[in-house]
């Protein structure tokens, strides 16, 4: 079965750090790939997608990814957080049409 | 456009009771998918359905849950019995699905139900 694996659960960083997060999907074939974000005690949004095309992919709020299909990644990464961007991010994997498969989240909190 | 509604924000109920949660997903959208979120949990997903007709309902937990869509611009999700740990946030959500392209869901602000 398809999964989708978020290797941080949590991760504290300080306000103007970088941030990578981590995501591993273990299809095979076609895939299209999201970030969403969930602020505290609001529902999910759309951070940024892939589909096709350049595998780095710039979404809003400066955060980019990049789709590295040889490793099954597709990493979350923002030079510089903002206390702002204290939430919690999903990476999900949608395969042809119909439900997207996402992973357990990783909660970042900033410092300010 | 409203973005996905849904209906109630909160609910707070009984063990017991039935407890039915709405949904209105975008105008034109034909793929509609409930999530289930809790802290032990996560996200989860318990149903999705394509042009109404419900594809994959594997997430539903038990047969105290049940999900309908009786037309294009309506869902519900029903629990009856409702039972404590029943307890979560409920998310609908919705996407514009074609064989050609495959779109981003959208989410509602989802309903927070409390099982006494």
């Known amino acids: 079965a398809q999964s989708v694996s978020q290797h941080n659960h949590h991760v504290i960083l300080s306000e103007a750090a970088s941030l990578e997060l981590g995501c591993n999907y273990s299809y095979g074939g076609t895939v299209n790939l999201f970030w969403y974000v969930q602020y505290p005690g609001q529902h999910l949004q759309l951070l940024l997608k892939?589909?096709?095309?350049?595998?780095l992919v710039k979404g809003i709020k400066g955060f980019e990814a990049e789709f590295i299909k040889s490793k099954f990644s597709f990493n979350l990464r923002k030079p510089s957080v903002q206390w702002s961007d204290t939430a919690e991010y999903f990476c999900?994997?949608?395969?042809?049409?119909?439900?997207?498969?996402f992973g357990d989240g990783t909660t970042l909190t900033v410092k300010p | 456009d409203a973005g996905v509604i849904q209906s109630p924000r909160h609910e707070v109920t009984e063990m017991g009771q039935e407890v039915t949660l709405r949904c209105k997903p975008i105008s034109g959208h034909n793929s509609l998918f409930w999530y289930r979120q809790t802290m032990m949990r996560g996200l989860e997903l318990l149903i999705y359905?394509?042009?109404?007709?419900?594809?994959?309902d594997s997430g539903m937990p038990e047969d105290r849950f049940s999900a309908k869509m009786p037309n294009a611009s309506f869902s519900t999700l029903k629990i009856q019995p409702s039972e404590p740990r029943d307890s979560a946030v409920y998310f609908c959500a919705s996407s514009l699905w074609a064989t050609s392209s495959y779109n981003e869901q959208f989410f509602g602000p989802g309903t927070r139900l409390t099982v006494l």
């Open positions: 999900a994997v949608r395969r042809g049409a119909g439900k997207s498969t």
């Open positions: 359905f394509n042009n109404n007709v419900p594809i994959d």
């Open positions: 892939y589909f096709s095309g350049d595998p």
